[in-house]
Nanobody, 124 residues
């Protein structure tokens, strides 16, 4: 069972930046996953995929709402994944979840492991 732990959430003003981190208890790519990424869920809204990346880091996908502002990256040697969030907007406020699973052609096929989430609050 893979355990995922997020950190880095917090409260910032609009226009600010945060960097989220996700540390996995084991190598996701040796645990059956072929991609890792971030989802978020705001109060009263559906959960949405924010960004994901494949094993080699050659393929990255972003939600339209965060393109140009967020950057996903990973350090496979540390079983770590990151989400650099710049120019944050109040609409980015949500609980952000680290996810491991399978992806194909830019879409998630399955989300197999989830972290407990980290809260991001952006004030205007």
């Amino acid at each position: 069972q893979v355990q995922l732990t997020e950190s880095g959430g917090g409260s910032v003003q609009a226009g600010g930046s945060l960097r989220l981190s996700c540390l996995a208890s084991q190598d996701p790519y040796n645990s059956g996953s072929n991609c890792v990424g971030w989802f978020r869920q705001a109060p009263g809204k559906e959960r949405e995929g924010v960004a994901h990346i494949d094993r080699l880091g050659n393929t990255q996908h972003y939600a339209d709402s965060v393109k140009g502002r967020f950057t996903i990256s990973q350090d496979n040697a540390k079983n770590a994944m990151y989400l650099q969030m710049n120019n944050l907007e109040p609409e980015d406020s949500a609980v952000y979840y680290c996810v491991h699973g399978d992806c194909y052609a830019g879409s998630w096929l399955s989300m197999d492991y989830w972290g407990n989430g980290t809260l991001v609050t952006i004030s205007s």
